[in-house]
């Protein structure tokens, strides 16, 4: 059973950082992607970001590009989602997910709120 526990989330000011995380636990992730999904008050779920665990290769939305990292560190199974230079337009539920790619996850946090005042 794999779990994922996001953190992270809060209020923050236009242009200002975050920084969320997502640990996992549960089995191994060697040949998972992991990635950061939100979902906006009235809106679809969409993708934000996402890094293979096994090479560490990285894919991103329009909109997170240039501004969004996703860093992870092997030790502690934590992905991150590192926000910066946000957007009144972020505001969002953020969820952590876990699978054999992004149209395929297969495991879901919680979810963490990110609020981004203007």
């Given at each position: 059973?794999?779990?994922?526990?996001?953190?992270?989330?809060?209020?923050?000011?236009?242009?200002?950082?975050?920084?969320?995380?997502?640990?996992?636990?549960?089995?191994?992730?060697?040949?998972?992607?992991?990635?950061?999904f939100r979902?906006?008050?009235?809106?679809e779920r969409?993708?934000?970001?996402?890094?293979?665990?096994?090479?560490?290769?990285?894919?991103?939305?329009?909109?997170?590009?240039?501004?969004?990292?996703?860093?992870?560190?092997?030790?502690?199974?934590?992905?991150?989602?590192?926000?910066?230079?946000?957007?009144?337009?972020?505001?969002?539920?953020?969820?952590?997910?876990?699978?054999?790619?992004?149209?395929?996850?297969?495991?879901?946090?919680?979810?963490?709120?990110?609020?981004?005042?203007?």
């Amino acid at each position: 059973q794999v779990q994922l526990v996001e953190s992270g989330g809060g209020l923050v000011q236009t242009g200002g950082s975050l920084r969320l995380s997502c640990a996992a636990s549960g089995r191994t992730f060697s040949r998972y992607v992991m990635g950061w999904f939100r979902r906006a008050p009235g809106k679809e779920r969409e993708f934000v970001a996402a890094i293979s665990w096994s090479d560490s290769s990285t894919s991103y939305s329009d909109s997170a590009k240039g501004r969004f990292t996703i860093p992870r560190d092997n030790a502690k199974s934590t992905v991150y989602l590192e926000m910066n230079s946000l957007k009144p337009e972020d505001t969002a539920v953020y969820y952590c997910a876990s699978g054999l790619g992004t149209a395929t996850m297969s495991h879901w946090g919680q979810g963490t709120q990110v609020t981004v005042s203007s």
